[in-house]
T-cell receptor, first 113, second 115 residues
Framework: NAGVMQNPRHLVRRRGQEARLRCSPM?????VYWYRQLPEEGLKFMVY????????ESGMPKERFSAEFPKEGPSILRIQQVVRGDSAAYFC???????????FGNGTRLTVT | AQKITQTQPGMFVQEKEAVTLDCTYD???????LFWYKQPSSGEMIFLIY??????QNATEGRYSLNFQKARKSANLVISASQLGDSAMYFC????????????FGTGTSLTVIP
């Protein structure tokens, strides 16, 4: 059973470019979460999605950030016009049911130069 | 509002000894789940153990056990017979059904196992 797959593992972008982070949940999982982690800090919730629906985006900045989880294909976290402060590790997690444990991908480390 | 508190930023334990990592939570929901995750220096997040709010027995998974005290709202992780590979960050998390399955994480405890 493949786990949660995130790619790319590392992503370097210049200020002003767009970053697209991909996440394929575990097989059979329909709940996807995105978290952000700064160095030496915990995980900050960004967004929770189910297939084709955003359930909770209360942790996501109102501007430049968007997320989707289409019927077919991976979940995408998109950051437009990146700034240095966007540099962080972005983790995707999935779960089978409401309240089930989250299973995490290995993260995407975004560096904005 | 939900809140997870981990008051120990760093802990040290001698190899083969047991260690307890503290976690307290705050919720008004009756139905919730408590989780512990391990994050080694390589960065991945590894699920360790789960406790449901209605579970009467403390959860155990190998060398990991969860000391669940519902009245005190604490969910401490106990690692028995510590190994060098246990050195990592440990995060406590909570999910409450009535708040849309939102997962809240603590700030983590860094555990170092000393040979």
């Amino acid at each position: 059973n493949a786990g949660v797959m995130q790619n790319p593992r590392h992503l370097v972008r210049r200020r002003g470019q767009e970053a697209r982070l991909r996440c394929s949940p575990m097989k059979g999982h329909s709940h996807v979460y995105w978290y952000r982690q700064l160095p030496e800090e915990g995980l900050k919730f960004m967004v929770y999605l189910q297939k084709e629906n955003i359930i909770d985006e209360s942790g996501m900045p109102k501007e430049r950030f968007s997320a989707e989880f289409p019927k077919e294909g991976p979940s995408i976290l998109r950051i437009q016009q990146v700034v240095r402060g966007d540099s962080a590790a972005y983790f995707c997690a999935s779960s089978r049911d409401v309240g089930s444990p989250l299973h995490f991908g290995n993260g995407t480390r975004l560096t904005v130069t | 509002a939900q809140k997870i508190t981990q008051t120990q930023p760093g802990m040290f334990v001698q190899e083969k000894e047991a260690v307890t990592l503290d976690c307290t939570y705050d919720t008004s929901d009756q139905s919730y789940g408590l989780f512990w995750y391990k994050q080694p220096s390589s960065g991945e997040m590894i699920f360790l153990i789960y406790q449901g709010s209605y579970d009467e027995q403390n959860a155990t998974e190998g060398r990991y056990s969860l000391n669940f005290q519902k009245a005190r709202k604490s969910a401490n992780l106990v690692i028995s017979a510590s190994q060098l590979g246990d050195s990592a960050m440990y995060f406590c998390a909570m999910s409450a059904l009535n708040t849309g399955n939102q997962f809240y994480f603590g700030t983590g405890t860094s555990l170092t196992v000393i040979p």
